[in-house]
Protein backbone atom coordinates (compact mmCIF):
# COMPACT_ATOMS: atom_id res chain seq x y z
CA UNK A 1 0.00 0.00 0.00
CA UNK A 2 1.44 3.07 -1.00
CA UNK A 3 0.56 6.34 1.03
CA UNK A 4 0.89 9.68 -2.02
CA UNK A 5 -0.03 13.16 -0.19
CA UNK A 6 -3.88 12.96 0.48
CA UNK A 7 -4.68 16.64 0.80
CA UNK A 8 -8.13 17.51 -0.36
CA UNK A 9 -8.47 18.06 -3.88
CA UNK A 10 -6.22 15.50 -4.80
CA UNK A 11 -6.75 12.22 -7.02
CA UNK A 12 -5.19 8.74 -6.46
CA UNK A 13 -6.25 5.94 -8.55
CA UNK A 14 -8.34 2.55 -7.21
CA UNK A 15 -7.97 -0.26 -9.28
CA UNK A 16 -11.50 -1.70 -9.62
CA UNK A 17 -10.27 -5.03 -7.81
CA UNK A 18 -9.39 -2.56 -4.92
CA UNK A 19 -13.15 -1.22 -4.45
CA UNK A 20 -14.16 -4.31 -2.18
CA UNK A 21 -11.19 -2.52 0.20
CA UNK A 22 -12.96 0.79 0.19
CA UNK A 23 -16.44 -0.82 1.66
CA UNK A 24 -14.51 -2.95 4.23
CA UNK A 25 -12.55 0.65 5.57
CA UNK A 26 -15.93 2.48 5.39
CA UNK A 27 -17.89 -0.85 7.33
CA UNK A 28 -15.18 -0.79 10.14
CA UNK A 29 -15.51 2.72 10.33
CA UNK A 30 -19.07 1.81 11.38
CA UNK A 31 -20.75 3.14 8.63
CA UNK A 32 -23.71 1.22 7.16
CA UNK A 33 -22.90 0.96 3.53
CA UNK A 34 -26.05 2.08 1.33
CA UNK A 35 -25.66 2.15 -2.46
CA UNK A 36 -27.69 1.15 -5.74
CA UNK A 37 -28.49 -2.67 -6.08
CA UNK A 38 -31.01 -4.84 -8.27
CA UNK A 39 -34.08 -5.95 -6.79
CA UNK A 40 -36.77 -7.67 -8.81
CA UNK A 41 -35.39 -6.01 -12.16
CA UNK A 42 -35.28 -2.54 -10.56
CA UNK A 43 -32.69 0.11 -9.75
CA UNK A 44 -32.71 1.23 -5.97
CA UNK A 45 -30.58 1.86 -2.97
CA UNK A 46 -30.55 -0.61 -0.59
CA UNK A 47 -27.61 -2.56 1.82
CA UNK A 48 -24.61 -3.19 0.24
CA UNK A 49 -21.58 -5.86 1.60
CA UNK A 50 -20.01 -6.31 -1.24
CA UNK A 51 -19.41 -4.93 -4.58
CA UNK A 52 -21.25 -7.70 -6.53
CA UNK A 53 -23.84 -5.92 -4.56
CA UNK A 54 -23.85 -3.05 -7.05
CA UNK A 55 -25.69 -3.42 -10.72
CA UNK A 56 -22.14 -4.60 -12.29
CA UNK A 57 -22.39 -4.60 -15.89
CA UNK A 58 -25.71 -3.14 -16.13
CA UNK A 59 -26.98 -0.06 -17.47
CA UNK A 60 -29.95 1.73 -18.10
CA UNK A 61 -32.29 3.52 -21.45
CA UNK A 62 -34.40 6.40 -19.57
CA UNK A 63 -37.20 8.68 -21.85
CA UNK A 64 -40.61 10.29 -20.72
CA UNK A 65 -42.92 7.69 -19.63
CA UNK A 66 -39.84 4.94 -19.54
CA UNK A 67 -37.24 3.45 -18.17
CA UNK A 68 -35.70 0.03 -18.60
CA UNK A 69 -32.50 -1.79 -17.42
CA UNK A 70 -30.19 -3.04 -20.17
CA UNK A 71 -27.09 -5.60 -19.69
CA UNK A 72 -23.92 -3.95 -20.93
CA UNK A 73 -20.93 -5.36 -23.08
CA UNK A 74 -18.92 -4.90 -19.85
CA UNK A 75 -18.16 -5.26 -16.46
CA UNK A 76 -18.98 -1.41 -15.47
CA UNK A 77 -19.66 -0.72 -11.86
CA UNK A 78 -21.65 2.24 -12.32
CA UNK A 79 -22.21 2.48 -15.65
CA UNK A 80 -26.34 3.47 -15.00
CA UNK A 81 -28.21 6.62 -14.30
CA UNK A 82 -30.41 7.58 -11.24
CA UNK A 83 -33.55 5.45 -10.68
CA UNK A 84 -36.85 6.15 -9.31
CA UNK A 85 -35.19 6.41 -5.77
CA UNK A 86 -33.28 9.49 -4.38
CA UNK A 87 -31.14 9.94 -0.72
CA UNK A 88 -34.26 11.38 0.32
CA UNK A 89 -35.11 8.77 1.91
CA UNK A 90 -32.39 8.40 4.25
CA UNK A 91 -32.34 11.72 5.25
CA UNK A 92 -35.31 12.74 5.65
CA UNK A 93 -37.66 9.57 6.00
CA UNK A 94 -40.66 9.63 4.74
CA UNK A 95 -42.80 8.05 7.83
CA UNK A 96 -41.30 9.14 11.44
CA UNK A 97 -43.12 9.28 14.89
CA UNK A 98 -42.52 12.86 16.25
CA UNK A 99 -43.79 12.08 19.87
CA UNK A 100 -45.87 9.91 21.85
CA UNK A 101 -48.35 11.10 24.62
CA UNK A 102 -49.35 9.24 27.39
CA UNK A 103 -52.41 9.63 29.73
CA UNK A 104 -51.15 10.24 33.51
CA UNK A 105 -54.39 10.62 35.81
CA UNK A 106 -55.89 14.38 34.06
CA UNK A 107 -52.76 15.43 32.83
CA UNK A 108 -50.53 14.16 29.64
CA UNK A 109 -46.57 13.41 29.81
CA UNK A 110 -45.36 14.21 26.31
CA UNK A 111 -42.58 12.00 25.19
CA UNK A 112 -40.59 13.11 22.18
CA UNK A 113 -39.41 10.72 19.34
CA UNK A 114 -35.54 9.65 20.36
CA UNK A 115 -33.53 8.23 17.74
CA UNK A 116 -29.76 7.53 17.34
CA UNK A 117 -28.77 8.50 14.10
CA UNK A 118 -27.82 5.64 11.47
CA UNK A 119 -24.31 6.66 10.48
CA UNK A 120 -24.81 5.80 6.21
CA UNK A 121 -22.39 5.87 3.96
CA UNK A 122 -23.89 6.64 0.29
CA UNK A 123 -21.98 4.95 -2.23
CA UNK A 124 -22.58 6.45 -5.79
CA UNK A 125 -24.14 9.42 -5.47
CA UNK A 126 -24.37 11.29 -8.58
CA UNK A 127 -23.70 15.00 -8.98
CA UNK A 128 -27.04 16.14 -9.67
CA UNK A 129 -27.86 13.98 -5.95
CA UNK A 130 -25.20 16.15 -4.19
CA UNK A 131 -26.71 19.41 -5.42
CA UNK A 132 -30.45 18.18 -4.56
CA UNK A 133 -29.12 17.57 -0.95
CA UNK A 134 -27.92 21.51 -0.76
CA UNK A 135 -30.85 22.60 -1.97
CA UNK A 136 -32.29 20.68 1.07
CA UNK A 137 -29.31 21.58 3.47
CA UNK A 138 -30.94 25.01 2.61
CA UNK A 139 -34.76 23.90 3.67
CA UNK A 140 -33.87 22.29 6.64
CA UNK A 141 -30.45 23.76 8.19
CA UNK A 142 -30.28 26.99 6.99
CA UNK A 143 -33.27 28.55 7.74
CA UNK A 144 -34.72 29.28 11.17
CA UNK A 145 -36.18 26.58 11.93
CA UNK A 146 -33.53 23.05 11.95
CA UNK A 147 -34.68 20.07 11.12
CA UNK A 148 -33.02 17.61 13.93
CA UNK A 149 -33.69 14.52 12.20
CA UNK A 150 -32.02 15.72 9.10
CA UNK A 151 -29.55 17.44 10.63
CA UNK A 152 -28.31 14.56 12.55
CA UNK A 153 -28.28 12.06 9.78
CA UNK A 154 -26.88 14.80 7.62
CA UNK A 155 -23.47 15.13 9.72
CA UNK A 156 -23.17 11.43 9.88
CA UNK A 157 -23.51 10.46 6.10
CA UNK A 158 -20.05 10.02 4.19
CA UNK A 159 -20.62 9.73 0.70
CA UNK A 160 -18.81 8.36 -2.23
CA UNK A 161 -19.75 9.88 -5.32
CA UNK A 162 -19.66 9.09 -8.49
CA UNK A 163 -19.02 11.31 -11.82
CA UNK A 164 -21.50 9.87 -14.27
CA UNK A 165 -19.99 7.73 -17.23
CA UNK A 166 -20.63 5.56 -19.76
CA UNK A 167 -24.75 6.36 -19.71
CA UNK A 168 -26.51 8.73 -21.89
CA UNK A 169 -28.68 10.03 -19.17
CA UNK A 170 -32.00 9.89 -21.24
CA UNK A 171 -34.12 12.61 -19.72
CA UNK A 172 -31.27 14.66 -17.33
CA UNK A 173 -30.74 18.35 -18.22
CA UNK A 174 -27.81 18.55 -15.34
CA UNK A 175 -25.47 20.75 -18.01
CA UNK A 176 -28.38 23.12 -18.24
CA UNK A 177 -28.19 24.12 -14.67
CA UNK A 178 -24.74 23.18 -13.94
CA UNK A 179 -24.89 20.35 -12.00
CA UNK A 180 -23.53 17.96 -13.73
CA UNK A 181 -22.51 15.40 -14.89
CA UNK A 182 -18.72 16.41 -12.77
CA UNK A 183 -19.37 16.19 -8.98
CA UNK A 184 -17.15 19.37 -7.72
CA UNK A 185 -18.23 19.68 -3.93
CA UNK A 186 -20.12 17.97 -1.38
CA UNK A 187 -18.63 14.83 -1.26
CA UNK A 188 -15.82 12.73 0.68
CA UNK A 189 -14.47 10.94 -2.31
CA UNK A 190 -15.67 11.19 -5.66
CA UNK A 191 -15.17 8.38 -8.25
CA UNK A 192 -14.46 8.34 -11.92
CA UNK A 193 -14.77 4.96 -13.82
CA UNK A 194 -12.61 4.10 -16.50
CA UNK A 195 -12.56 1.11 -18.63
CA UNK A 196 -10.19 1.08 -21.46
CA UNK A 197 -8.33 -2.13 -23.09
CA UNK A 198 -7.00 -4.29 -20.18
CA UNK A 199 -7.72 -1.42 -17.83
CA UNK A 200 -10.45 -0.82 -15.32
CA UNK A 201 -9.79 1.58 -12.50
CA UNK A 202 -10.96 4.48 -10.45
CA UNK A 203 -9.78 7.87 -10.42
CA UNK A 204 -10.37 9.26 -6.79
CA UNK A 205 -10.78 12.82 -5.75
CA UNK A 206 -9.97 13.41 -1.96
CA UNK A 207 -13.10 16.04 -0.86
CA UNK A 208 -12.65 15.75 3.05
CA UNK A 209 -10.59 14.87 5.78
CA UNK A 210 -12.49 12.02 6.88
CA UNK A 211 -12.48 10.75 3.19
CA UNK A 212 -8.62 10.90 2.94
CA UNK A 213 -8.36 9.22 6.37
CA UNK A 214 -10.75 6.26 5.45
CA UNK A 215 -8.67 6.27 1.98
CA UNK A 216 -5.68 5.50 3.73
CA UNK A 217 -6.93 2.12 4.87
CA UNK A 218 -7.64 1.42 1.06
CA UNK A 219 -5.01 0.22 -1.74
CA UNK A 220 -3.92 2.97 -3.92
CA UNK A 221 -1.75 4.87 -6.01
CA UNK A 222 -1.06 8.66 -7.59
CA UNK A 223 -3.39 9.52 -10.06
CA UNK A 224 -1.02 10.45 -13.08
CA UNK A 225 -1.22 12.74 -16.35
CA UNK A 226 -2.94 9.93 -18.41
CA UNK A 227 -5.54 8.63 -15.86
CA UNK A 228 -6.86 12.17 -15.05
CA UNK A 229 -7.16 13.32 -18.65
CA UNK A 230 -8.67 9.43 -19.15
CA UNK A 231 -11.34 10.65 -16.19
CA UNK A 232 -12.07 14.11 -18.26
CA UNK A 233 -12.79 12.08 -21.45
CA UNK A 234 -15.30 10.40 -19.61
CA UNK A 235 -16.89 13.02 -17.52
CA UNK A 236 -17.02 15.23 -21.53
CA UNK A 237 -18.42 12.48 -22.87
CA UNK A 238 -21.20 11.98 -20.93
CA UNK A 239 -21.85 15.75 -21.12
CA UNK A 240 -22.23 15.58 -24.48
CA UNK A 241 -25.11 13.20 -24.92
CA UNK A 242 -27.18 14.82 -22.22
CA UNK A 243 -30.94 13.96 -23.28
CA UNK A 244 -32.88 17.31 -22.24
CA UNK A 245 -31.90 20.68 -22.57
CA UNK A 246 -33.26 23.70 -20.22
CA UNK A 247 -32.59 27.15 -20.82
CA UNK A 248 -33.11 29.06 -17.16
CA UNK A 249 -32.24 32.10 -18.78
CA UNK A 250 -34.44 34.67 -16.30
CA UNK A 251 -36.75 31.56 -15.77
CA UNK A 252 -38.23 33.11 -12.45
CA UNK A 253 -39.45 36.16 -14.31
CA UNK A 254 -40.38 34.36 -17.85
CA UNK A 255 -43.17 31.66 -15.52
CA UNK A 256 -44.17 34.44 -12.94
CA UNK A 257 -45.11 37.03 -16.70
CA UNK A 258 -47.00 33.61 -17.85
CA UNK A 259 -49.33 32.71 -14.78
CA UNK A 260 -52.31 32.55 -16.91
CA UNK A 261 -50.63 31.15 -20.33
CA UNK A 262 -52.77 28.65 -22.02
CA UNK A 263 -49.68 26.37 -21.87
CA UNK A 264 -51.17 25.17 -18.27
CA UNK A 265 -54.30 24.16 -19.51
CA UNK A 266 -52.30 22.03 -22.71
CA UNK A 267 -50.28 20.16 -20.26
CA UNK A 268 -53.08 19.70 -17.46
CA UNK A 269 -55.65 17.77 -20.13
CA UNK A 270 -52.78 15.19 -20.03
CA UNK A 271 -51.82 15.24 -16.18
CA UNK A 272 -53.15 12.56 -14.38
CA UNK A 273 -52.41 14.36 -10.58
CA UNK A 274 -50.82 11.27 -9.90
CA UNK A 275 -47.83 12.87 -7.83
CA UNK A 276 -45.13 10.76 -9.24
CA UNK A 277 -43.45 13.71 -10.24
CA UNK A 278 -43.07 14.58 -6.39
CA UNK A 279 -42.31 11.17 -5.11
CA UNK A 280 -39.11 10.46 -7.01
CA UNK A 281 -37.73 14.10 -6.89
CA UNK A 282 -34.93 14.29 -4.93
CA UNK A 283 -35.41 17.78 -3.24
CA UNK A 284 -39.53 17.95 -2.52
CA UNK A 285 -39.95 18.17 0.97
CA UNK A 286 -43.67 18.71 1.37
CA UNK A 287 -45.08 16.72 4.35
CA UNK A 288 -48.57 16.47 6.40
CA UNK A 289 -48.56 15.28 9.95
CA UNK A 290 -51.18 12.69 11.53
CA UNK A 291 -52.52 12.14 15.07
CA UNK A 292 -53.64 8.94 16.76
CA UNK A 293 -54.80 7.43 19.65
CA UNK A 294 -56.17 4.07 20.73
CA UNK A 295 -59.28 2.94 21.62
CA UNK A 296 -58.84 3.74 25.54
CA UNK A 297 -57.69 7.12 24.82
CA UNK A 298 -54.56 6.86 27.40
CA UNK A 299 -52.09 7.36 24.52
CA UNK A 300 -52.38 8.95 21.42
CA UNK A 301 -48.42 9.81 19.03
CA UNK A 302 -48.44 12.57 16.17
CA UNK A 303 -46.26 11.14 13.34
CA UNK A 304 -44.87 12.85 9.61
CA UNK A 305 -45.05 11.29 6.31
CA UNK A 306 -44.47 13.14 2.92
CA UNK A 307 -47.46 14.69 1.14
CA UNK A 308 -47.60 15.72 -2.59
CA UNK A 309 -49.14 18.60 -3.40
CA UNK A 310 -51.20 17.26 -6.05
CA UNK A 311 -54.01 16.14 -4.20
CA UNK A 312 -56.91 18.07 -3.54
CA UNK A 313 -56.86 17.45 0.19
CA UNK A 314 -53.57 18.91 0.28
CA UNK A 315 -54.68 22.71 -0.13
CA UNK A 316 -57.39 21.63 1.99
CA UNK A 317 -58.24 25.14 3.74
CA UNK A 318 -61.05 26.36 5.75
CA UNK A 319 -63.76 23.87 4.04
CA UNK A 320 -62.04 23.50 0.56
CA UNK A 321 -59.11 23.42 -1.61
CA UNK A 322 -57.72 26.45 -2.60
CA UNK A 323 -56.13 24.61 -5.94
CA UNK A 324 -59.07 22.81 -6.77
CA UNK A 325 -58.18 21.87 -10.42
CA UNK A 326 -55.05 20.14 -11.93
CA UNK A 327 -54.24 22.70 -13.71
CA UNK A 328 -53.92 24.79 -10.66
CA UNK A 329 -51.64 22.00 -8.62
CA UNK A 330 -49.22 21.17 -12.07
CA UNK A 331 -48.74 25.26 -12.15
CA UNK A 332 -48.18 25.54 -8.67
CA UNK A 333 -45.45 22.19 -8.52
CA UNK A 334 -43.85 23.71 -12.06
CA UNK A 335 -43.90 27.48 -10.54
CA UNK A 336 -42.69 26.37 -7.28
CA UNK A 337 -39.62 24.30 -8.84
CA UNK A 338 -38.44 26.62 -11.15
CA UNK A 339 -39.38 30.10 -9.61
CA UNK A 340 -40.82 30.75 -5.86
CA UNK A 341 -38.42 28.48 -4.90
CA UNK A 342 -35.70 31.04 -5.55
CA UNK A 343 -37.66 33.23 -3.47
CA UNK A 344 -37.82 31.14 -0.63
CA UNK A 345 -34.42 29.32 -0.39
CA UNK A 346 -32.04 31.45 -2.91
CA UNK A 347 -31.78 28.77 -5.54
CA UNK A 348 -33.97 26.50 -7.97
CA UNK A 349 -35.82 23.59 -6.56
CA UNK A 350 -34.84 21.39 -9.49
CA UNK A 351 -31.08 20.02 -10.38
CA UNK A 352 -32.04 18.43 -13.45
CA UNK A 353 -31.78 14.89 -12.75
CA UNK A 354 -35.13 14.17 -14.98
CA UNK A 355 -36.86 11.85 -12.79
CA UNK A 356 -39.92 13.72 -12.98
CA UNK A 357 -39.55 13.15 -16.95
CA UNK A 358 -38.90 9.79 -16.69
CA UNK A 359 -41.35 8.74 -14.13
CA UNK A 360 -43.96 9.92 -15.65
CA UNK A 361 -46.55 8.04 -16.98
CA UNK A 362 -48.12 10.33 -19.74
CA UNK A 363 -44.56 11.42 -20.01
CA UNK A 364 -45.27 15.26 -19.52
CA UNK A 365 -41.40 16.90 -19.70
CA UNK A 366 -41.05 20.54 -17.52
CA UNK A 367 -38.65 21.39 -20.26
CA UNK A 368 -40.66 20.93 -22.73
CA UNK A 369 -43.47 22.93 -21.02
CA UNK A 370 -40.81 25.77 -20.34
CA UNK A 371 -39.78 25.66 -23.94
CA UNK A 372 -42.73 25.92 -25.43
CA UNK A 373 -44.02 29.03 -22.66
CA UNK A 374 -40.96 30.92 -23.42
CA UNK A 375 -41.34 30.22 -27.19
CA UNK A 376 -44.80 31.54 -27.30
CA UNK A 377 -43.80 34.43 -25.62
CA UNK A 378 -40.97 35.51 -27.91
CA UNK A 379 -42.87 34.87 -31.01
CA UNK A 380 -45.49 37.46 -29.46
CA UNK A 381 -42.80 39.93 -28.94
CA UNK A 382 -41.27 39.33 -32.45
CA UNK A 383 -45.34 39.75 -33.71
CA UNK A 384 -45.47 43.23 -31.33
CA UNK A 385 -42.13 44.40 -33.24
CA UNK A 386 -43.02 43.63 -36.65
CA UNK A 387 -46.36 45.20 -36.56
CA UNK A 388 -44.13 48.39 -35.32
Not at 154 to 175: D, K, L, P, Y
Not at 294 to 299: F, T, Y
Request: aromatic share 8%; charged share 25%; net charge neutral.
Amino acid sequence: MTSPSLAIGASVVLEARDLQQLLDALAANGYRLVGPTLRRGELIYGDLAAVADLPVGWSDEQEGGAFRLKPRPDQALFGYGVGQQSWKQFLFPPRQQLFQAHRQGNDWQIIPAAEEAPRFAFIGVHSCDLHAMEVQDRVFLKGKHVDPTYKARRENAFIVAVNCGGASCGTGFCVSLGTGPKATSGFDLALTEVLETGAHYLVTEIGSPRGAEVLRQVSHRLAGKEEMEAAARVVAETARHMGRVLDATEIKELLYRNYEHPRWDEVTARCLTCGNCTAVCPTCFCHTTEDATDVAGSRAERRRRLDVCFTVDFSYLHGGSIRATPRSRYRQWLTHKLATWMDQFGCLGCIGCGRCITWCPVAIDLTEEVRAIRETEAALKEKHHGND
